[in-house]
T-cell receptor, first 113, second 115 residues
Framework: GQQLNQSPQSMFIQEGEDVSMNCTSS?????WLWYKQDPGEGPVLLIA?????ELTSNGRLTAQFGITRKDSFLNISASIPSDVGIYFC?????????????FGQGTTLQVKP | DAGVIQSPRHEVTEMGQEVTLRCKPI?????LFWYRQTMMRGLELLIY????????DSGMPEDRFSAKMPNASFSTLKIQPSEPRDSAVYFC?????????????FGSGTRLTVV
């Protein structure tokens, strides 16, 4: 079945550092989404990307929809302690018409003050 | 909108007991998804509904699991009988596909512990 490979699996960084994580798929996607999950809560949508090559920012977060439509990255600049959590990429395949998303395995981010 | 509402937030039950998890999707969302999250396996899609109809239940672990969506505003996930390996956080999510809004909105989850 379709899979998303998300990397890195975990990161432990110093406050103020920039962070980068990415996802690759084995098939073409028409939508890429990035979610963040805080401890004890459900994932919350951060950024949605709908066009190949699209680059979108949300505050200190920047995400891009890869030109090949098989990858996406998320960057966080100047990390702060509240950035701690699990970040998931998700995508919708071009063959899906029911809104079903495929999720990556998640990147666990820890920030040291 | 209050978002996706799940109940209970926490459930502790003894092995062999029946467990029912509940979900109220966002009004107007016509797709509903049940996920299970564990440290070992991450987020697993169990089943999803489109317009109250189950579309894909291939992720349901076994016959002990069942899900229903009797109307557009309510869904249940039932485990009978429950086993310790069912301990996990169960999330419900809803979305409104077909309008360009592909993102799911997740509930806060139900943390299930089977002892």
């Amino acid at each position: 079945g379709q899979q998303l490979n998300q990397s890195p699996q975990s990161m432990f960084i110093q406050e103020g550092e920039d962070v980068s994580m990415n996802c690759t798929s084995s098939s073409i996607f028409n939508t890429w989404l990035w979610y963040k999950q805080d401890p004890g809560e459900g994932p919350v949508l951060l950024i949605a990307l709908y066009k190949a090559g699209e680059l979108t920012s949300n505050g200190r977060l920047t995400a891009q929809f890869g030109i090949t439509r098989k990858d996406s990255f998320l960057n966080i600049s100047a990390s702060i302690p509240s950035d701690v959590g699990i970040y998931f990429c998700a995508g919708q395949s071009v063959v899906s018409n029911t809104g079903k998303l495929i999720f990556g395995q998640g990147t666990t981010l820890q920030v040291k003050p | 909108d209050a978002g996706v509402i799940q109940s209970p937030r926490h459930e502790v039950t003894e092995m062999g007991q029946e467990v029912t998890l509940r979900c109220k999707p966002i009004s107007g969302h016509n797709s509903l998804f049940w996920y299970r999250q564990t440290m070992m396996r991450g987020l697993e899609l169990l089943i999803y509904f489109n317009n109250n109809v189950p579309i894909d239940d291939s992720g349901m672990p076994e016959d002990r699991f069942s899900a229903k969506m009797p109307n557009a505003s309510f869904s249940t996930l039932k485990i009978q009988p429950s086993e310790p390996r069912d301990s996990a956080v169960y999330f419900c999510a809803s979305s409104k596909p077909g309008t360009g809004e592909y993102g799911y909105t997740f509930g806060s989850g139900t943390r299930l512990t089977v002892v």
